[in-house]
């Protein structure tokens, strides 16, 4: 997306734009266990009860914002150093 809001401007998206679905209770109906994360705070605890879970699958329904991202630099990820926080292109 963020490269279509690059090259075409804003509000010029193909195929970009996800219907809102819960998919935490979608999961849930699917007898699945189902979580929903709003808050980047949520995430980490969402992550660790996810984790814990042995009884069946567990789907973590993650909300990001539709905003378009900036564009990231170019990286050789085999020698990239990755710390806590950082975003990965």
């Known amino acids: ?3 279509q ?3 075409y401007g804003a ?3 193909q195929s970009s734009d996800l219907a809102e679905v819960n998919y935490a209770k979608v999961a849930e109906a699917l007898g699945c266990r189902g979580i929903r994360v709003e808050q980047p705070q949520q995430l980490a605890d969402a992550l660790q009860t ?3 879970e042995n009884g069946c699958p567990t789907v973590l329904d993650v909300v990001v914002t539709r905003d ?3 564009m990231l630099p170019g ?3 085999r ?3 990755v710390k ?3 975003r990965i292109a």
């Open 79 to 81: 020698t990239a150093q």
């Open 84 to 86: 806590k926080g950082d």
């Open 11 to 13: 509000g010029s998206y």
């Open 50 to 52: 996810a984790m814990a």
């Open 1 to 3: 997306k963020a490269l």
């Open 68 to 70: 378009p991202g900036q």
């Open 75 to 77: 990286v050789d990820n």
């Open 5 to 7: 809001h690059l090259m």
